[in-house]
Each structure stands twice: as C-alpha cells, then as structure tokens.
C-alpha cells in the first residue's frame, strides 16, 4: 500500500514535466504553423524531420543510459568517424552495400570501448566519454583528414532524404523506434531494472540486477545507433567529413534533459524526449524560416535547459511548503544541495510515516 | 583517487602516519608522471629538432599555454568540489569581446583596468551559474550547459556578426600580449601568479580546504559545518572570473576576436584537469596538476609538426591521454586502498 502511493507520487510528479514539455510543443507548432510562413508545409516537414532525425536517433539510446545514471559525450565523435571511415571507405571502392554494415559494426565497437572502460575498469563515464570524444573525433581526423568525399550513390541519398505519399521517408522509421525504446523502457523488466540502477547502484545489485553488463550493452547499444546516425548524415548531405556533427553531442543531452529525465538517473519518459528533440528541431526550423538568427536559437536552448531542471525542483518545494503549512508530514525537500536525490528512496520513509 | 584523499583526511582518529605519508608520496608521484611525461615529450622533441627549445618557440609555447593554464586552475577549484563548469568556453569568449569592445571605444583604457573589467565580466557569469546551481537545486554539469548556449548567445547578439581587429585595439593593449619582464612574457607571470595563488588558498586556507570536503563526501561536508552553499557561489565565481580573465588575455595575445572565440575550449579545459590528476568527483588534485596537464596538452600540440606527426593526431593523442590518466589514477587508488586494508587488517 505504502508502495502505491509512493510510486504514484513519483510518477505525479514526472508526469507534471513531461506534460508541461508535450505542451509546450503543441503549443509551438500551432503557433508556427500559424504565424511563421512556410512552416507546415509538406516540403518544410520533410527538413523538420531531417533536422530531427540524427538528435533524436542519438537521443533514444542516450535516455536509456542517463537514467541508469551514466552519460556518453562522445556520440557525436562516433557519428563523425562513421562518417569518415564510410568515405574512407566509398573512396577506396568498396560498395556501399558492405560500407554500411561495417560502419555499423564499427559503432557497436567504439560503444564497446565506452562500456569496457565504465563498467570493467569502473571508470566514471563522464571523463571516459569527453576522453573517447576527443579520441574518437581525432581518429576520424586521421582517417579523412580534412578532405570531404562525396558523390554517394543518388539510390541511397534520396532514399534519406526523399518522400513517399507526401511524407519523409525517415519519418516512419523514427516514430516505430521511438515506440520500440519507449516500450522497453517503460514496459519491460529490462526497463524497470534501468531505473533500479538509476535509483541506486547498490540497490540494484541486491536486487539481482546485472548492472555491469546491462551497462555494458547500452554503450554497445548507444555506439550502434551513434554510427547510424553517422551514415544518414553522410547520406542525408551526401558528404563524408571528419567533423561531421561536431557538438551535437551537447544538443542530445540538452534534448533528453529538456525532455525531463533527470541527470543523477532513475528518472524520466521516453515520450518526454521525444517531445524535447522534437521541439529544440522545430524552434530551430521555424526560426530559420523566420530569418531570426540561428543565435536567438543558442539562448533559447540554453534557457531552456536550465528552466527544465529548476521548474520540477521549484514546484516540488512550493509543494513540501504547502504541505507543512497544511500540518501534514512533510515529504523531504526537493533534494539535498550537492547529493543526488534517489527518487525512490526519499517517498518510502514518508510514505512510511503516513501508513503508520 | 577520492579513496586516498579520505583515507588520509581523518588523521586525528588513528594516527597512521606511515599510511598518511606513503599516500602523500603516491600523490605527489601522480603529480610527477605527468611532468616526467612532460619532460620525456620535450626530450623526444627536442633530440628530433633542437629549435624546439629555442627562445623563441618556447615563448610561443608559454604563450598559448598561459591561457589554458588560467582557464585549468579555475576548472579545477570547481571541479575539487564534485561540480562541473562547462561555460568557461563562452564565459571567455564574451569578456573577451567585451575588453575588445571596451578597448575599441575607449583606447586610453590602461590594461590593468581592462583585465579587471574580462575578470569582472567572468566573475559576474560564473556568479550566476554559482547561484543557479546553490538556489535552483539542479546539478552544475546541466545548468553550465545552459549558461554555455545561454552566454555564446548573448555575445552572437552583441556582436552580430562583427568581429574585433587588431588594428582597432590600442597598441598598448597589444603589445602587452607580447611584452615581457625579464624575458619572461607577462601573459606566462599571470598564469603563474594564478596558479600559486590559487595553489596555496586551496592548501593552506581553512575555506580551501573545505572545497576539497565538499567534494570528497558533500553529506559529511554539511554535516561537518561547512558553509556548501556559500562556498559553491564562491567556487563558481572563481572559475568564471578566471575564465574572464582568460578572455582578457585570448584577446592581447590573438589581437582578433569574434563572437566565436573560446568555442568548444570548454572540452580542453576539462581534458587538461583531468590529466594533471583532478578527479572529476571531486575531493583530490591540485592545481599544480591541472597546470602541468595544461602544458602538457599545449606542448603535444606544438610537438607534433616537429615530430613530423600529422597534425591530424592530436586530437586522438589527447584522447588516449585522458583514458590513460584516468586509468593510472583508478589503479593508483585502489592499489593504495588496497595496502591501507592490508595493514588495518594486520594490526587487527
């Protein structure tokens, strides 16, 4: 019972961030589509999802491994050595058919070496990750150097970027991915077994969860689709460039955080992130149409991801002093200064002390 | 690393002072890896081509590495408290636009002030990222990243489009970038001032050495009496006005600035702190290391054409350094923690 009403607790107050950001994206496309010329149009819908298409591609997996706790900066440098060994590759003569495959293993193995370093060597993930950015992005300036290799098969390039029945090819792809994540993540014992990790390594651990390797497996994951990402932007610009997606690694988790899942882990919707990449593209889209610079863009996003962590904290402790003044218990304050707040754990004593 | 740091904190419960002096000693070893690495590049460097120790290549070199240097120390006081500051790419980069503009406007301006004012400027950025972080509640790695989009924003706005000339900065100003005291560039003397006087408030200060409790265990901090919140807003004001002050001197040594400057520096800094031995979770390192790192990454950089690498290495090297210095310090603490076992266990 106490259980319950802890859970439904946590989860009414996830929920209050992720339908405020679902809003507010509704909100945004009916605005733009009625102010902002040229915005719902099928043509410019076709570049929304392009534009969409490599944040939100990385951002899935990335949602995964921050709510175990952990975070991978070097996804985009794992894009950009995609990219240059794919153009390595195509220069050599090899056809494109086998490029892509490879290219694919090879993000699988980059996301490897991530994992190997998190969870064999217990490494932190953030110094691992910034190391494997730098690493990563200076491999794919040794393979390629500073040269672009282009002319990829036209099949293949308007297969990326092309339409069919007035809707961008891309687009199918992404929302059944989308679905996928969101199931496992929220409906699977592998996903609940993330947000136990995410809560409190120990406790999972107790709980019998193989937290290692599970870790493991979502680096693996992250490469993967990291070099997925990779080949579609060399596709989509039929252009292969060593600093292809420089820095879109800080817009992925400026995208999942805004998308409301909390940085120390165990926290956070798939659909809130999906709404989060959707409307940091669509802001940059409508405002690109609206020939407002692409800085005003810079500023938005950054108030926007500081607003999106401070706004749970901030209604969570107007909530705990209306409680107090109300007489009831008081649940424990929005977090601890320097601490993580586990999220689980601080509504089971309160919960406790109602039931009793 | 935090292993060794904590277990040689608590010195007045069991006073193990063989157990305390071994880890100073591995401490200071860490320190002496990466200035043997250091000195083993500029070796190897210098065996291959012997101007790579003349006058005026190391001036260049002390050059380009002062400004890293400032930005490492600031990195690193936040960083000892187990936060993060990923704004000083765009902190730097909008006082320096900032004294760029100043100095336009105004070309009297004597160079002292406009190092007050860069430093100023960082202060009041890295103020609000300290207040954001104290207030909001909300971990420092997120609310940076904003104030990185947030503070990069603001100076596209203020500078649309334009960008600063050296022809249109006082020559003063400029050759103050190039000057020297001694023979030794002023640049270099306030990267050294910098790094001591920071160096000896975080060891010898009452208030220093509570950054390293916040950061080694922020619950014990508390519960200790040190005053978190007040020292996180400090922390934080120190690391933007560092970065400030960074800025002032991006902009007499370079005599260019644009809304750009500074971009993606964020990314070196942290690299080069981790390197000289800050842990990223706070608690152990000093800024003697960060320093070193910060040379270190400055000297691959200028090493590499002169080895006859590829230019195109260094990025990859500098990576391979991170997982490398990473990996030595996971080894190095758990060895220590280890034998401190072993001896507790002996004495029984």
């Known amino acids: 019972m106490a259980e319950r009403v802890g859970n439904r607790a946590v989860i009414r107050r996830l929920a209050g961030w992720d339908r405020a950001i679902i809003a507010l994206l509704v909100a945004f496309l009916v605005v733009a589509a009625l102010t902002v010329d040229n915005f719902a149009t099928g043509r410019n819908l076709s570049f929304l999802v392009l534009d969409l298409a490599p944040i939100l591609l990385i951002a899935l997996p990335m949602t995964l491994v921050v709510v175990t706790g952990e975070i991978d900066l070097s996804v985009a440098s794992t894009l950009g050595l995609s990219s240059a060994v794919m153009g390595a590759m195509w220069q050599g003569g090899l056809p494109i058919e086998t490029i892509i495959p490879l290219c694919l293993l090879l993000g699988l193995v980059l996301g490897a070496v991530n994992g190997l370093f998190v969870t064999v060597f217990g490494l932190p993930s953030l110094a691992v990750t910034i190391g494997t950015l730098a690493l990563y992005r200076g491999l794919a300036l040794v393979v390629l150097g500073d040269a672009a290799v282009a002319q990829f098969p036209g099949a293949y390039t308007s297969l990326v970027t092309g339409r069919t029945l007035g809707l961008p090819n891309l687009l199918l792809p992404l929302l059944v991915l989308s679905v996928v994540f969101a199931v496992v993540l929220h409906a699977t014992p592998v996903g609940r077994s993330l947000f136990t990790m995410g809560a409190g390594v120990d406790a999972a651990r107790f709980a019998g969860i193989r937290v290692a390797r599970t870790k493991f497996w979502l680096y693996v994951l992250t490469g993967g689709v990291s070099a997925l990402a990779g080949v579609l932007w060399t596709l989509r610009y039929a252009s292969a460039r060593a600093d292809n997606g420089s820095g879109l690694e800080l817009a992925v988790v400026a995208a999942v955080l805004l998308g409301g899942v909390s940085i120390f882990g165990g926290r956070g919707t798939l659909w809130g992130v999906v709404a989060g990449a959707t409307l940091l593209a669509a802001l940059q889209n409508a405002l690109r149409l609206a020939d407002v610079s692409t800085e005003a863009l810079t500023v938005v996003t950054g108030l926007l991801l500081i607003v999106s962590v401070i706004a749970p904290n901030a209604a969570g402790a107007i909530r705990s002093a209306l409680l107090r003044r109300r007489g009831g218990p008081t649940p424990p304050a929005a977090g601890e200064p320097s601490d993580p707040p586990p999220t689980t754990s601080p509504s089971v004593p309160s919960t406790s002390v109602r039931s009793s | ?348």
């Not at chain 2, 160079?111 to 009041?124: E, F």
């Not at chain 2, 691959?300 to 990025?315: K, M, N």
């Open chain 2, 1 to 348: 690393m935090t292993a060794p740091q904590e277990t040689a904190e608590p010195a007045g419960r069991t006073p193990d002072k063989t157990a305390a002096s071994r880890v100073a000693v591995l401490l200071r070893a860490r320190e002496l890896g990466i200035v043997l690495a250091l000195a083993a590049l500029v070796v190897v460097t210098t065996a291959v081509n012997p101007r790579f120790l003349s006058a005026q290549s190391v001036r260049d070199l002390a050059l380009g590495a002062a400004i890293l240097v400032v930005l490492a120390v600031g990195q690193t006081v936040v960083v000892i408290t187990r936060n993060i500051d990923l704004s000083v790419g765009s902190v730097l980069g909008l006082s320096a636009f900032a004294t760029g503009s100043l100095l336009q406007a105004a070309p009297g301006t004597p160079v002292v002030l406009a190092l007050l004012v860069g430093t100023l400027v960082g202060g009041l950025c890295g103020l609000v990222n300290g207040a954001l972080v104290r207030f909001g509640n909300v971990p420092a790695l997120v609310v940076t990243l904003g104030t990185l989009y947030v503070y990069r924003g603001v100076c596209f706005f203020w500078a649309g489009g334009q960008q600063i000339n050296a022809d249109e900065l006082p020559p003063a100003f400029l050759g103050f970038g190039t000057a020297t005291l001694l023979g030794v560039p002023w640049l270099l003397l306030i990267a050294l001032a910098v790094v001591l006087v920071a160096g000896f408030a975080l060891r010898s200060y009452r208030s220093g050495r509570e950054l390293y409790a916040m950061g080694s265990n922020p619950r014990a901090a508390v519960l200790a009496g040190v005053p978190v919140g007040r020292r996180l807003l400090v922390a934080f004001t120190v690391s933007g006005a560092l970065a400030g002050l960074a800025g002032v001197l991006f902009a007499a040594r370079f005599g260019t600035v644009d809304a750009a400057s500074g971009t993606g520096d964020e990314l070196e800094v942290v690299a080069a702190v981790v390197v000289g031995g800050v842990a990223v979770f706070g608690g152990s390192g000093t800024v003697y290391g960060a320093a070193v790192g910060a040379l270190l990454l400055t000297t691959i950089g200028s090493a590499l054409p002169v080895l006859a690498i590829d230019q195109f290495w260094q990025g990859a090297i500098v990576g391979a350094l991170i997982l490398a210095a990473i990996g030595t310090d996971r080894a190095v603490a758990a060895r220590v923690a280890a034998r401190l076992r072993r001896r507790e266990a002996h004495r029984g």
